[in-house]
């Protein structure tokens, strides 16, 4: 079934949470294996969520749809959505409401610690910087990556033009990155993980951090399966990137596999963003 619209962050990324960044998986199955569920004027993405999900995951190249999307349509799209464009839907201006709350709700916890200057963070997924710059202002040493270059390439521009030295910006795929940081963040990434792949995915950024993992997903509860039931009887072509919910106690089970617990947590909803978000710490 697909899902139409700019972000569905809790159940679809352009509909809602996981384009920030595009630092993760994501495929495009073909339109004879579509559904399409009809959201408000403006949608201007869609994310499927088939019922073959490992056979089309493993027969399609995940990443390259994504870094493709990301490095055309996706990212001049979005791109506008994460800055002051006016150049934005009813839909749009919701998710960059939502998008903005979660990354409020990350600043102010590391505000309330007030330890995070001189401290290494990584950014995974950065998309055009709108958590990594922010840190950087705070004074941590920033080293963020896109699977998107146009994506970190603007986010490089953005924390040049404010005079930022403390932070680096490439081109990776999330399974690609490499370290040691004090702190991992992950925001609005793992939408485009399978279900199948998302406990591999957060045991690797487990694995780069040596205090802390911030990670958000698109919570899979029975609102949004409800979601996927209705939208079958919809039938319509295919678009973008697919996009996954999330159990949370498999992304819990996880982080504490990794040695890592649960110290505070988020929920953001907007009308077309849903956005849960977790702090683990190492053990």
Known sequence: MKISGCAFAAVASSLAIATRSATAFSSQ???SSSRLLVLPAGASSSFDFGSSTTALYSSIDDKTEVR???NNEGFSRWNKIYSDSDEVNTVQLDIRKGHDM?????????RDDGDIAGKTVCDCGCGVGSLAIPLAQMGASISASDISDAMASEAAERAKSMGIKNAKFYTSDLESVKGRYNTVTCVDVAIHYPTEKMAEMVGHLCSLADSRVIISFAPKTWYYELLKKVGEFFPGPSKTTRAYLHDENVVREALERAGFRVARQEMTGTSFY????LE???V
């Open 68 to 70: 493709e999307y990301f």
């Open 274 to 277: 849903f956005s849960r978000l």
């Open 102 to 110: 979660t990354i409020q709700k990350i600043l102010n916890w590391i």
């Open 280 to 282: 683990a710490k190492r």
């Open 29 to 31: 199955a073909p339109a």
